[in-house]
């Protein structure tokens, strides 16, 4: 199995140093069965195109399946001494079935075989990623339906601004998710071609059919230039940036999860199943997931940055510095699929705590837009309103008590358009109630509606 199938031009042994550099074999492994169904969908096609005899297609099509199953099953040991797993398949198979094995690789270069097997895995991977995607949008249509009316302090510059629910600010995430899952989509479709048949750049003179290839593999069609089909890394670059997006979100959630489960917050208490504790500090409950989760970010943008790097310079077409794009798309597959189901499972069994975010939002004057608009409605210009409002928030600071605490003599020497009923307006779930425009907060319930359409139409 040592020797290399493109040793013809070479007399002298190549260096063992440089083997050890230029192999792939260490991490292109995993691409074995991609490789062999590209490999069975190539020997047919030149089967059905008079390229290979019947019987030279039966004996590749049958050992290829042979080392499938011995690898599926064991018997065969993992891949090792060879450049690549292309050609330690290519050489397993001519060991076990003789001159037809030499066979297979006509019409073909490593150049297409290595294309076509990472588009059929991250076709596959991002199927599996967009199926726990929606898991994690279903945990959170749950989640949302339970709280809906639950207040809580929104917040930006991280200081209290307005109330909200916990319903609503659950299906902020839910959009970015959603995001998400139609990103995955669109990106399986722009990848969705077969670079099968390019050849190592220029195509090939055998009168082979692409679409036969292209069909059998499940891809829409061939990709349509030779040059580009070989040399083309956008879509692993697309993924990886799909995927940093995603990460970015998770990363944000994680962030508010931490707040939240902290004494200074105490909104949510995480599951004893998904926390940790200190090796020296009894009392601690760590938000170690989450913690993880938002570090691991930084780890697939670094996979982006990466293959963004590697092919920010190369000339058409192949270049021997492609082989540095499997290692980060398989870094940022195996990350994602990692943290999206522990990141669920944690956010399924989390314990929420209503009555510690409905305390937190009656504090910091939340309801002072409401006493602005108020007066607004009663005919007063907005900035007027305004500046009465927070001229109200000022006094009532300096007082220690809340807007709704100061008598209505008080709030008519400010105003006369001040009536008995600013204090029905002033309560939270009124403010809630009141921010009825589309998509606002007393509009989580239609959010929630499209949630669960969007669930239906893409599970």
């Known amino acids: 199995m040592s020797g290399k199938l493109w040793a013809g031009r070479f007399q002298g042994e190549t260096s063992r140093l440089v083997d050890d550099f230029n192999t792939s074999l260490p991490f292109d492994q995993r691409l074995w069965q991609e490789d062999i169904q590209g490999s069975l969908a190539h020997a047919q096609m030149l089967g059905h195109c008079g390229i290979l005899s019947p019987d030279d297609v039966k004996q590749i099509c049958d050992g290829l399946s042979g080392i499938r199953a011995d690898l599926e ?137 692409r679409f036969d290839t292209a069909y059998a593999l499940g891809f829409a069609r061939p990709t349509a230039n030779s040059l580009d089909g070989v040399s083309d890394r956008d879509y692993a670059i697309e993924f990886l940036s799909d995927a940093s997006l995603l990460m970015m979100h998770l990363s944000r959630f994680s962030e508010e999860i931490i707040l939240w489960c902290s004494w200074e917050f105490k909104f949510i208490e995480l599951s004893d199943a998904y926390a940790t504790g200190s090796s020296i500090m009894p009392q601690k409950k760590n938000p170690d997931v989450a913690e993880l989760v938002r570090g691991k970010t930084g780890r ?97 600071a300096a007082r220690g008590i809340t807007l709704e605490e100061v008598p209505l003599s008080e709030l008519q020497a400010l105003s006369p358009l001040f009536e008995n009923d600013v204090y029905q307006s002033l309560q939270l779930s009124a403010c809630v109630h009141q921010r009825s425009s589309y998509g606002a907060a007393a509009a989580a319930p239609e959010q929630l509606y499209l949630l669960h359409q969007f669930l239906q139409s893409h599970t």
């Open 300 to 396: 697939v943008y670094g996979d982006l940055i990466t293959l963004l790097t590697v092919m920010k310079s190369l000339p058409l077409a192949y270049n021997k510095d492609m082989q540095e794009d499997k290692e980060p798309v398989f870094d940022t597959i195996d990350t994602v699929k990692m943290c999206l189901p522990v990141f669920t499972a944690m956010l399924d069994t989390m314990t929420v705590l209503p009555a510690h975010m409905e305390s937190a939002a009656k504090r910091g004057f939340l309801n002072a837009t409401d006493c602005a608009d108020y007066l607004t409605r009663k005919g007063m210009p907005f900035r007027d309103a305004y500046k009465i409002a927070g001229t109200l928030v000022h006094q009532c």
């Open 73 to 209: 099953s064991g018997a065969l040991p993992p891949p090792q001494d060879a450049e690549d797993i292309h050609m330690w398949v290519e050489a397993l198979l001519t060991e076990r079935i003789g001159e037809a094995g030499k066979r297979l690789h006509t019409a073909r270069s490593r150049n297409d075989q290595v294309a076509v097997d990472l588009r059929l895995y991250l076709k596959k991977e991002i199927t599996a990623i967009r199926k726990q995607l929606l898991a994690l949008l279903g945990v959170l249509e749950q989640k949302a339906d339970m709280y809906l009316d639950t207040v809580m302090p929104g917040y930006t510059h991280l200081q209290r601004a307005q109330p909200i629910t916990f319903g609503h600010h659950l299906l902020a995430y839910a959009s970015m998710l959603q995001r998400d899952v139609t990103r995955l989509e669109d990106c399986q479709t722009r990848m969705n071609e077969c670079p099968l048949g390019c050849g190592a750049l220029a195509g090939t003179t055998y009168p082979i059919d």
